[in-house]
């Protein structure tokens, strides 16, 4: 007789009009999963993709600021209009709050959300949509991985233990969900000085040792620059407004390989 528990069997329904789903995630905050979602998803497009953003960070929606969107989407009573910006079809609670709105939600509420967003939207014609993910192992991530058809994950985190411990159990928690890890990304791994040296802020090397560890694939570093942050501030992704930038380079080719991969 068979006592082993059987795991709950559920349908996953992929994303009308969207051909892949590529989420962001970490499980750790503060480690740049909302900047790498919007230069990605700007450097797929630059790549030649049709490309969406959701942004499904519910309690901190990063989006409406690093595109610097500041409208509401339109509706037919029934379907959202993602807007469009930087030629990225996107979408994001902050899109329907004022910006200093607390999201005091449970649960139940959060995964409603989630699933207007992906069933009553009118994605248009979409190679990719990228999801910003939020922090944590939460009702988000089990929602996306059980009820949506995910094609595959980046995990970013930076090189410190203390990030790396939530990220493991993020990669835990997609591989026990059956998803798809595409690699890891080595985030503000260091910084290079005014004298040409590089100096590793947050400790070197620990996100290449945790794909190891769980023997995923290791996507590069990307350094820390003032340019990233100074550019997302002002809602234009360095990846729009310097694609020449060499942190706009490391972007565009992690966008060609991802394009490879899938189309």
């Not at 049709?50 to 901190?60: H, N, P, R, T």
């Not at 985030?187 to 290449?208: A, L, Q, T």
């Not at 190891?212 to 729009?240: H, R, S």
């Amino acid at each position: 007789m068979d006592t082993k528990p059987r795991q709950k069997s559920f349908e996953k329904n992929p994303i009308n009009g969207t051909k892949f789903t590529i989420a962001v995630s970490s499980a750790k905050g503060g480690v740049g999963k909302s900047t790498f979602a919007t230069n990605i998803a700007i450097a797929l497009k630059k790549a030649g993709c049709k490309v969406g953003l959701l942004d499904a960070d519910i309690y901190g929606p990063s989006l409406p600021k690093l595109f610097s969107i500041n409208e509401k989407p339109k509706s037919d009573g029934k379907t959202l209009n993602p807007i469009l910006k930087y030629d990225i079809q996107c979408m994001s609670i902050g899109f329907l709050t004022e910006e200093q709105t607390p999201m005091i939600w449970r649960g139940p509420m959060v995964t409603s959300a989630i699933k207007t967003f992906t069933q009553k939207v009118s994605w248009k014609d979409l190679d990719f949509i990228i999801v910003d993910m939020p922090p944590g192992t939460g009702d988000t991530q089990l929602t996306f991985s059980q009820e949506i058809k995910m094609d595959g994950v980046i995990i970013i985190s930076t090189p410190q233990e203390i990030a790396l411990q939530d990220v493991k159990r993020g990669i835990s928690m997609f591989d026990k969900l059956g998803v798809k890890i595409i690699g890891l990304i080595d985030n503000m791994s260091h910084f290079i000085g005014d004298d040409g040296k590089k100096y590793p802020i947050f400790g070197e090397g620990g996100v290449k040792r945790t794909a190891d560890e769980f023997k995923k694939e290791f996507l590069g570093e990307i350094p820390i620059n003032p340019e990233v942050g100074k550019l997302g501030d002002q809602g234009t992704p360095i990846v729009e407004s310097k694609p020449d930038h060499e942190i706009s380079k490391i972007y565009l080719n992690l966008a060609e390989k991802i394009k490879s991969t899938y189309l």
